[in-house]
């Protein structure tokens, strides 16, 4: 279970960044459903917009 949660989070962030090799795409959705990592995508995205803010907010301070 661990194991799958890295790989989704490493395949995730990959993509997120748009480094993820075309093989690793295909390979990822080949064998699971797509949910996981649509659930990751969000929550990295809400963790980016959360930390720009912060960001922004110590630079204005």
Same mark, same amino acid.
């Given at each position: ?33 797509? !949910?996981?990592?649509?659930? $990751?995508? %969000?929550?990295?995205?809400? *963790? !980016?917009?959360?930390?720009? $803010?912060? %960001?922004?907010?110590?630079? *204005?301070?």
């Amino acid at each position: 279970m661990l194991s799958r949660l890295w790989q989704i989070f490493c395949s995730t962030l990959a993509a997120f960044f748009g480094v993820q090799s075309d093989n690793q795409r295909q390979r990822d959705f080949r064998n699971r459903s797509p !949910l996981p990592y649509i659930i $990751m995508g %969000i929550l990295f995205a809400a *963790l !980016l917009v959360l930390s720009l $803010m912060w %960001i922004v907010s110590q630079v *204005l301070n």
